[in-house]
């Protein structure tokens, strides 16, 4: 069978297209021509990739549509009103697919990402399992018996998705050019809780979490005691952390493992509670667990001479100040500087004050400006230069040579590189000046 895939350099897009590879179809797809990462493994699989053209749509073909396209797009009109194509959103499909395997869906407003790919990585250490996560990666291994999948509630498209077990990481309200209110955004993880088969995990130490009325058998993680599943005698350094879980009380096992930072802690407790729940033994959570490398752009380290350069896709208040905090633990007498580049316009709009406070946790702040092709909302207008007032340690750069050398010129210490859009590229720049 013939796919293709509008928007395939999408972070979800290109993770489904990898997959529809390894089930052996052939798999076409168009997308923008600037340079995104997702590509690099799209072109190992020798996917061919091409701009936007309605001549891309092949008859008895089917379509994969990105969420971020509607029928403005060429290629998505010409495929509508092709009578032998058959059409999918890419939630629409990958709630189809999901049918065939034992699905485990990972959703939560943070930390979606790094539990989908340490939650695949441990389980494919058990049985095959399948994955696809939202930083373009997918596999689909043969005979695979679980399929992971990274599953976002923008527009309730997680809706979609009936798994048989899923995890919920914290809710804290986001996406609020599409959610109009707290309610509104926890109801839309309720009705999905609900339609889980088999069972749920939810982090218990968040309050809106704990707020939803479950019908679906469940366990609770976290660090307070009335979880189910709690970690103890908690222990952070420079080289790793280490803490004793609990289950209904009774001590599970212990755990060493090679990262630092609440939010791998908390990861790793919902990885272990979904083990618990499946009867994945002790030995086999805490190999595969201590043995997990990390996903593309969240938290990645590179050590160059006496410098320290972290990428991470970190894009609202409550992630930015996780991971200043995560990067204080693993290097502790180093200053960090926190170089930052917003995304949507209502997020920096309805989070200023909350942007600046976490921001202000570094010992230096950079701001890039708002990407090009950021939608600016009705109603909405505001600049960098906004947050940079109420940020007393920020200053604005462009993202050219000039800017980078700015930068660099910070001194020795650990650049943190924060944006859900291309910051990696600026990083790459202020790296050539060092």
Request: charged share 25%; proline share 3%; with cysteine.
């Amino acid at each position: 069978m013939h796919y293709h895939l509008i928007g395939i350099k999408g972070s979800g897009m290109a993770s489904l297209a990898e997959i529809l590879v390894d089930l052996g179809h052939r798999v076409t797809g168009s997308d923008i021509e600037r340079y995104i990462f997702t590509q690099k493994a799209l072109e190992e699989k020798h996917i061919p990739i091409t701009s936007f053209h309605k001549n891309n749509i092949q008859e008895h073909s089917i379509v994969i549509i990105g969420n971020a396209f509607n029928d403005d797009n060429e290629e998505v009109k010409q495929a509508k009103e092709m009578a032998n194509v058959t059409c999918y959103y890419y939630h629409e499909f990958l709630g189809k697919l999901l049918q065939d395997y034992t699905s485990i869906s990972v959703a939560g407003t943070h930390g979606k990402t790094t539990t989908t790919g340490l939650l695949a990585h441990v389980m494919g250490s058990y049985l095959p399992t399948a994955y696809l996560i939202g930083d373009g990666t997918g596999k689909m291994p043969k005979d695979s018996k679980y399929f992971v999948v990274e599953s976002c509630e923008y527009k309730r498209h997680f809706l979609a998705y009936k798994p048989d077990y899923a995890i919920i990481t914290n809710i804290e309200l986001d996406h609020v050019d599409y959610f109009h209110s707290m309610k509104d955004y926890i109801a839309a993880f309720e009705e999905f809780a609900n339609q889980v088969k088999k069972g749920i995990v939810l982090f218990g130490d968040d309050e809106h979490v704990r707020s939803l009325s479950l019908q679906t058998k469940h366990l609770y993680y976290g660090l307070e005691e009335h979880n189910d599943v709690q970690a103890v005698h908690l222990s952070q350094g420079e080289e790793g952390m280490s803490f004793d879980v609990l289950y209904k009380g009774e001590l599970f096992g212990h755990f060493s493992l090679p990262f630092v930072g609440m939010p791998l802690l908390w990861n790793s407790l919902a990885v272990i509670a979904i083990g618990i729940m499946e009867g994945l033994p002790y030995a086999v959570l805490q190999d595969g667990l201590s043995s997990f490398e990390g996903v593309k752009r969240r938290f990645h380290v590179e050590e160059c001479k006496e410098h320290i350069y972290i990428d991470d896709y970190a894009h609202h208040p409550t992630a930015i100040a996780l991971m200043i905090e995560a990067a204080r633990i693993k290097y502790p007498n180093r200053p960090v500087f926190a170089i930052f580049k917003p995304d949507r316009y209502s997020r920096i709009y309805h989070f200023m004050n909350d942007f600046a406070k976490a921001l202000g946790k570094a010992d230096q702040v950079v701001l890039c400006h708002f990407p090009e092709n950021a939608i600016k909302e009705e109603g909405i207008d505001i600049t960098i230069e906004d947050l940079r007032q109420l940020c007393p340690k920020a200053f604005v750069v462009d993202e050219d040579e000039k800017g980078a050398q700015a930068v660099a010129e910070l001194g020795n210490g650990v650049y943190l590189f924060m944006s859900s859009k291309d910051i990696y590229k600026f990083k790459n720049i202020v790296k050539n000046f060092h």
